[in-house]
C-alpha cells in the first residue's frame, strides 16, 4: 500500500532543437535530485544515446530497444547512489519503423515503465529532437514535459511552435527553463526577461549559466556534481532540482 501511495514521477525533457542542453539537464536535474536524497531513474530515449555515453556506460547488455521490442522488462544500471540508468543504443533508430505497426504503439514506454513508478521517486526521460514516436512514447508515458531554451533570438517563436504541436496531441508545456545563459551578453538578457515576462508561471526561475564544466564532465562520464561541484553549471542544476521538487508536489 506505501508503495502504491508512492509513485514516482515522470518527467519527460525535450527540445526538437539539437544542442540547447537536453542531454545535460536530464543528466544534472536527475544527479541534483539524487543529492537531495530522492531516489532517480534516468531513461535514455535517444538513439544517439549520449546520455548512456555521456555517464561512461559503454556497452550494456540490456537497452531500452530490446524492452521496447520484446515488451520485456530490462534492469536498470546502478551509476551512483540513489541513481539508476535504462541505457539506449544506436540500434534504437530501429524502433520507430518495427514498432509502426504495433497497436497502442505510443504507450509501449509507458508500460515499460509502469513498474519502476513505485521504486524510484523521479523518472526522467531524455528524448530525441523530434516528434516521432519515440518522443510520443516519453510524453504519453510523462507526468510533466519540461522544455530546455537557449537564451537566443528565436528561443520564444521556437518555444510557440513546439507548444502548438504538443497541444494538438492533447498534451502541454509544463515548465521552461533557460540554458547557456551569459549574463554579459545583452541578448542573453534580454532574450530570458522577455521569456520570464510571456511564459510567467510556466519558465522555471534557476537559469542554467554557460559553463565549461558542464561540457567536460560528459567526457570523464559523470554528471556535474561529481566532476566539479563547486563550478556555477553545479549550482545551478541544484537550485533547479529544488525547483523541480515544489514543481512536483504543487503544480506551481
Known amino acids: 500500500f506505501k508503495n502504491i501511495l508512492k509513485m514516482g514521477k515522470i518527467i519527460t525533457i525535450a527540445n526538437f532543437k539539437g544542442g540547447v542542453g537536453k542531454t545535460t539537464s536530464a543528466i544534472n536535474i536527475g544527479s541534483g535530485l539524487s543529492r537531495r536524497r530522492k531516489k532517480v531513474l534516468l531513461v535514455d530515449m535517444d538513439p544517439q544515446y549520449n546520455l548512456t555515453q555521456s555517464l561512461g556506460i559503454t556497452d550494456p547488455q540490456q537497452t531500452i530497444y530490446q524492452a521496447l521490442i520484446n515488451k520485456a522488462q530490462i534492469k536498470p544500471i546502478e551509476k551512483t547512489k540513489g541513481l539508476d540508468v535504462l541505457p539506449s543504443s544506436l540500434e534504437l533508430i530501429r524502433a520507430e519503423i518495427e514498432l509502426s505497426g504495433e497497436l497502442k504503439r505510443e504507450y509501449i514506454l509507458s508500460n ?15 528524448c530525441p529532437p523530434s516528434l516521432g514516436l519515440l518522443t510520443l512514447n516519453s510524453f504519453f508515458a510523462s507526468d510533466y514535459i519540461y522544455i530546455p531554451i ?19 496531441i492533447g498534451l502541454e508545456i509544463d515548465k521552461v527553463f533557460i540554458t547557456k545563459y551569459d549574463s554579459r551578453k545583452i541578448l542573453n538578457r534580454n532574450v530570458t526577461e522577455s521569456i520570464k515576462e510571456n511564459l510567467g508561471h510556466k519558465a522555471f526561475k534557476t537559469v542554467i549559466r554557460d559553463n565549461i564544466s558542464l561540457a567536460e564532465a560528459p567526457a570523464k562520464g559523470v554528471d556535474i556534481f561529481t566532476y566539479n561541484d563547486k563550478c556555477n553549471g553545479a549550482q545551478d542544476y541544484f537550485y533547479l532540482t529544488k525547483e523541480v521538487i515544489s514543481h512536483c508536489k504543487t503544480g506551481k
Open 112 to 126: 515499460i515503465i509502469a513498474p519502476f513508478k513505485p521504486i524510484y521517486d523521479f523518472i526522467i526521460i531524455d
Open 150 to 168: 537557449e537564451a537566443e533570438y528565436l528561443a520564444l517563436k521556437g518555444y510557440t511552435i513546439l507548444n502548438e504541436a504538443i497541444n494538438k
